[in-house]
């Protein structure tokens, strides 16, 4: 079964395959009027390998047509980016849809530069407007972050204390873009809000229980800063907040596996008083104690003949040396998910 199809403009073509004007037949059958207007997307001229046809208005058809191709060069997805700054909010969905999935799928490093661009009084608005879907919130907040000027912290801020439900999608890129706008002062609103805290205030001035989520987003929080903005909040004071968390036993072995990967060596003297602390006697945190402790111990660096070793690794072997004769079974399967 076949559904044919009248050319009536062209976005790409390779070697000019195709013409205006031009039939081609679908091997698939997509029922619709004459007047109707598709968009066909394929490989080549292989038409049994293309895309279902997709019922399209003008407006979203000069969007796509001008879109530029991808590229691999970070000057050029930087360039091809910008073109869909216009279209978040776009009243058509489809466009409005993709402008925000190539966003969604950009590295940082290339959405960052284009933050002199970026609509910001439009993005401070959309955080705010409750039509805007939920599922942008984050993104929205972590662009206000960083297009944003340091008075807009405190719209951001007010969002982030003010609890509207118990789970909140994207409060982690809110809680980002917040952090980029205020730096450590801004940490330490989080620090004493959202990780020391055990309540929090509703948008009715209520007190109620901090969701267990709020806590969950200042880490990935804490981690978007450590892997994308090293130089906005220094590295050791990251460290330090993070191991505010050590005291949630529900957080706890995500904890001690991020302060592995930070190298926090220094706590591995509260890591072991951790380890015997009934409250904390559930198997997953053992094991990410044995895990923090193995990785201290390879933690070497390079090291001439006759050097003596660290102290954090002759610290990490005499711990595990003691776990591994009072404890041995939790040790052995600790050991046997390492990364080496």
């Avoid at 989080?190 to 929090?200: F, G, I």
């Avoid at 050791?236 to 993070?242: D, F, I, N, T």
């Avoid at 002759?314 to 404890?327: G, H, Q, T």
């Amino acid at each position: 079964m076949f559904s044919r199809f009248e050319i009536v403009d062209i976005a790409f073509s390779k070697q000019d395959k195709f013409q205006k004007g031009q039939t081609i037949e679908i091997p698939l059958y997509v029922p619709g009027k004459n007047s109707t207007l598709y968009t066909l997307m394929g490989p080549e001229e292989r038409l049994e390998d293309w895309h279902a046809p997709k019922e399209i208005n003008e407006v979203s058809w000069e969007y796509l047509a001008k879109m530029p191709l991808p590229v691999t060069d970070a000057a050029k997805q930087i360039e091809r980016l910008e073109y869909f700054l216009p279209y978040f909010e776009h009243p058509d969905a489809m466009i409005s849809t993709d402008a925000f999935a190539e966003f969604a799928a950009a590295p940082y490093s290339v959405i960052k530069p284009l933050r002199e661009k970026m609509p910001r009084e439009k993005i401070l608005g959309w955080l705010q407007d409750p039509n805007v879907a939920v599922t942008r919130t984050g993104f929205y907040g972590l662009l206000a972050g960083v297009c944003g000027e340091p008075d807009d912290a405190a719209l951001l801020e007010k969002k982030i204390l003010v609890l509207d439900a118990d789970f909140r999608l994207g409060i982690e890129g809110v809680m980002a873009g917040y952090l980029l706008l205020r730096g450590e002062a801004g940490l330490e609103v989080l620090e004493d809000a959202k990780m020391r805290a055990r309540v929090a205030k509703n948008a009715a001035g209520e007190e109620v229980q901090l969701p267990f989520s709020e806590t969950y987003a200042v880490m990935q929080a804490l981690r978007f800063m450590w892997t994308y903005e090293p130089d906005r909040i220094p590295r050791e004071r990251l460290k330090q907040s993070m191991e505010i968390l050590l005291e949630r036993q529900e957080l706890a072995d995500l904890v001690i596996t991020d302060l592995a990967r930070w190298k926090h060596w220094s706590v591995q003297d509260r890591l072991m008083k951790l380890y015997w602390d009934e409250d904390f006697a559930i198997p997953a945190i053992r094991r990410a104690i044995v895990r923090f402790l193995f990785y201290c111990s390879q933690d070497k660096g390079e090291l001439a003949e006759g050097d003596p070793l660290p102290e954090h690794v002759v610290l990490a072997e005499k711990a595990l040396a003691e776990l591994e004769e009072k404890d041995p079974r939790t040790v052995s399967d600790a050991k046997r998910f390492l990364v080496r």
